[in-house]
T-cell receptor, first 117, second 117 residues
């Protein structure tokens, strides 16, 4: 089944303890992206990747890192989490690098609810 | 930079009634426009998209949206709402780059739809 898989689904941690949220897609998609969703703010893009070893900042990249060593995986790393990073995080992917033709549909994971105490 | 405004945070309609969710965008040219739906506990699912051509676009689940350049709007409509349509709806805009694609997607803050029986 074609899907974007995020783990864990729920995570509670403490300030300053490094964590990684994994994201994997089995559709051979070139483009992957991370969003955070906060009440009243909608979805905001953190980082995105157009292809392997190509990453770029979104609208709210501060406090986050990403890597794209393989096409299928795009982990989100919080080196020193803070309470203001408590949020619902979504990973998404799509076939092409840009929105055009039939490649424009984003496939979303089920989300990771992170709480930083 | 592009931006999206969804002026209605919460809308309640009766089952069987018509629905219109508002979306206004800001972008210097014609953007790529999308509507996504998020059911509770789920990721986002694409309802419909506008790239060019016919300004009235049809989507899944009986939804349609109309692009109005003069009003910078892309409102979502459905003639008869079903109880299963209760969800959060996000409008999004992608700014085309020189290659005819768009790498960055900006989401609105969302409109939560409640359906009464």
């Amino acid at each position: 089944e074609a899907q974007v898989t995020q783990n864990p689904r729920y995570l509670i941690t403490v300030t300053g303890k490094k964590l990684t949220v994994t994201c994997s897609q089995n559709m051979n998609h070139e483009y992957m992206s991370w969003y955070r969703q906060d009440p009243g703010l909608g979805l905001r893009q953190i980082y995105y990747s157009m292809n392997v070893e190509v990453t770029d900042k979104g609208d709210v990249p501060e406090g986050y890192k990403v890597s794209r060593k393989e096409k299928r995986n795009f982990p989100l790393i919080l080196e020193s989490p803070s309470p203001n990073q408590t949020s619902l995080y979504f990973c998404a992917s799509r076939p092409g690098q840009g929105f055009a033709g039939s490649n424009e549909k984003l496939f979303f994971g089920s989300g990771t609810q992170l709480s930083v105490l | 930079a592009q931006s999206v405004t969804q002026p209605d945070i919460h809308i309640t309609v009766s089952e069987g009634a018509s629905l219109e969710l508002r979306c206004n965008y800001s972008y210097g040219a014609t953007p790529y426009l999308f509507w996504y739906v998020q059911s509770p506990g789920q990721g986002l699912q694409l309802l419909l998209k506008y790239f060019s051509g016919d300004t009235l676009v049809q989507g899944i689940k009986g939804f349609e949206a109309e692009f109005k350049r003069s009003q910078s709007s892309f409102n979502l409509r459905k003639p008869s709402v079903h109880w299963s349509d209760a969800a959060e709806y996000f409008c999004a805009v992608g700014a085309p780059n020189g290659a005819g694609t768009a790498s960055k997607l900006t989401f609105g803050t969302g409109t939560r739809l409640q359906v009464t029986l």
